[in-house]
């Protein structure tokens, strides 16, 4: 198959440029069906004249229907979108991709989506929904689940499938962050537990706080608890932050978001700020799994998406081994760039 591509690429280059962008329209239509023409031109990154001409094509081959609402996908639309993956994945090289990154970071596994979260978000749908199939079949081998909270953590779970494992525990691995409610670790816990038809435990406490106050607040035998199942996790499922953007996400003052410029700070994960040789440069002082019994947790899976999340990973030394990373095409390029 790989053969076959390589010569229809050199032979006739313009169809493989079609296929990408019929099935970039398709999947957009997708994930934010019913869609205008003007928002699918702005989405695929086209002008309008070439998206209207391909989803006229596209609905003459009856994979498209267009209502005053908006365009949307056919059941044979939805079908074919489902066959093509494998194909798409051929065409852009991912498994070769796959490898190569792989091999850079020193992971236990990868898995490359197609797309570029930074200019596609609903590539993040697509990273939530490989996650849920890497998790599923390890499930059987999982007493407790510590899970992150965030944006791509959230597509894990919405997109994970009901199942039943009722003897699983499902805890938040940190503190809340920000206001947003349904991306909070505590939400994702309760959310994926329910998945699960498992049972939950909640971190009613801030991700960050006083170190004086952190040292009464863990005293407390119910925080203990909590804590306790945490660190006993069997799987830890976490999204990967841009270290700048973390810090402004936990309100830091601009004192501060400079002092960790200043030190090079790049990746953050778990209230953990790594320069790019994986360097700790700048710790907070957080409620939740702590860095240090991460090596006893069985099945790390890491979650990110869009390519200004390359050097965040490059960042994580000291726990690449043992993670499973979850990322899109465009983090896996930019990796190859830096360091390919």
């Given at each position: 198959m790989e053969d076959f591509l390589e010569l229809l690429k050199r032979i006739t280059p313009e169809i493989i440029e079609i296929f990408e962008r019929r099935y970039d329209i398709l999947k957009?239509?997708?994930?934010?069906?019913?869609?205008?023409r003007r928002m699918l031109a702005?989405?695929?990154?086209?002008?309008?004249?070439?998206?209207?001409?391909?989803?006229?094509?596209?609905?003459?081959?009856?994979?498209?229907t267009i209502t005053e609402n908006g365009t949307f996908l056919t059941n044979e639309g939805e079908d074919l979108l489902e066959k093509l993956s494998n194909i798409v994945y051929d065409i852009k090289g991912l498994e070769i991709l796959r490898q190569r990154v792989k091999d850079i970071l020193g992971a236990k596994d990868i898995i490359v989506v197609p797309g570029d979260a930074d200019t596609n978000p609903y590539v993040l749908r697509e990273l939530g929904i490989a996650a849920g199939k890497v998790i599923l079949p390890l499930l059987s081998d999982v007493k407790i689940i510590a899970v992150t909270g965030g944006q791509t953590v959230k597509e894990v779970v919405d997109n994970f499938p009901n199942?039943?494992?009722k003897d699983i525990l499902v805890v938040p691995a940190r503190g809340g962050i920000g206001q947003e409610v349904e991306k909070q670790a505590n939400t994702l816990a309760a959310s994926l537990a329910k998945k699960l038809s498992g049972r939950y435990k909640l971190l009613h406490l801030p991700d960050t706080m006083d170190e004086e106050v952190y040292k009464l607040i863990v005293r407390k035998e119910e925080v203990q608890d909590v804590l306790n199942d945490i660190n006993n996790a069997d799987m830890l499922i976490f999204g990967i932050g841009n270290a700048i953007e973390m810090a402004k996400r936990r309100k830091f003052s601009e004192e501060m978001i400079e002092k960790l410029k200043e030190v090079g700070a790049i990746g953050e994960i778990f209230g953990y700020y790594f320069d790019e040789d994986g360097n700790i440069v700048y710790s907070t002082t957080t409620v939740g799994i702590?860095?240090?019994k991460i090596k006893n947790i069985k099945y790390m899976i890491g979650v990110a998406g869009g390519a200004h999340k390359a050097e965040a990973i490059l960042s994580l030394n000291g726990i690449k081994h043992n993670t499973i990373f979850v990322i899109d095409e465009g983090i896996a390029r930019r990796i190859l760039s830096i360091k390919g």
């Open positions: 957009n239509v997708k994930y934010y069906q019913p869609i205008g702005e989405r695929v990154k086209l002008s309008e004249r070439i998206v209207r001409n391909e989803v006229d094509i596209l609905r003459s081959l009856g994979l498209l199942c039943s494992f702590k860095l240090e």
